[in-house]
């Protein structure tokens, strides 16, 4: 069986007609991919470091009602606990096979055309295990109304979304994280990655485009929502048609697909943790030199520090949809 097909404008009637073919071979785009570049490497882990790391966490601190103290009595001394979450690292990698014949026919310089598209798929595989870990977080925001969400706390949202992303769901969602869970922010602002469909119903909002107009009034040319209620929102288009923690970025949800997924995180909501850098790594020629695969290959996983919908400990809000 022939491992690369050749499309064909000629039709299987008619008369055939000379033709050139062109000296570039064109590459069909591939989505934005912004996961990653939020994640932060885990330090201290590495090769030969075992197959498995324990993430350890130091649980939130309730505060006490009176911090004064009684002349002669000492001072109250509390125990801290400490957990530990255990992170299994996995082999990722995909291959492009090559022939011989394929590469003395072929007009087109194909290691370069192989390596370009191998790259890209390395890339998207990243950015989609990366956009997993944010979904695995155990808070999941799920709109029911223009002015109305429910939260839930156990990773499983239980409800269909019923509308798109507006401005009050941004100000619901900010402050859930700043005053109820106590979300650290990254520097002075959270960071929210949405579908394109999410970000357009807070740009269709009449709030947002009042507020813009003496804010910002490019952000409309400019097609971005920038920054709102302290969150920082960063568009993809890396999204299927499934639903949940396991499809590939970010997808369309709810009744009617209304709803654009995103993901709201503050500090340190996602750890890289790398074993073998992701690579290209040319394979062995086989048959005599007639077959010779590329592959892009590594041993790394993401994820969040912590498993719980704690305040204090959990980072990040899942807004989605009942799958």
Known sequence: ???TTWGSS??????????????QLYHAAISECVFVDHTSPQSGYGAHKGQSVTVGRRSYFTQVTDASLVENE????RSQSIAGKQVTMSEFGEAIVSTN???KLSVFDLNESIQMELKERMKLALDTRACRAFKQTQ??????GATAATLYTNATPATAALVNMNVYHCEEIRDTMYDTYKVPMIGDSYVGIF???GLRGIKRD????????YTNPQAKYNSEVGRLEEIRFIETNHGDTTVGVSAMGLSKVGTGDVLGEGVVFGQDAVRFFEVQAPE???GKEEDFGRQQSVAWYGIYEFSAPVDTANPGEVRTIWVTSQS
């Open 74 to 77: 000492r001072i109250p001394e």
């Open 1 to 3: 069986m022939a491992l």
């Open 206 to 213: 009449p709030s947002w485009e009042q507020w813009q107009v």
């Open 195 to 197: 579908r394109t469909l």
């Open 101 to 103: 014949l394929l590469k």
């Open 10 to 23: 000629v039709a299987s009637t008619g008369a055939l007609k000379n033709s050139t073919v062109a000296k």
């Open 139 to 144: 808070l999941c925001y799920v709109p029911t």
């Open 280 to 282: 290209l790594i040319i």
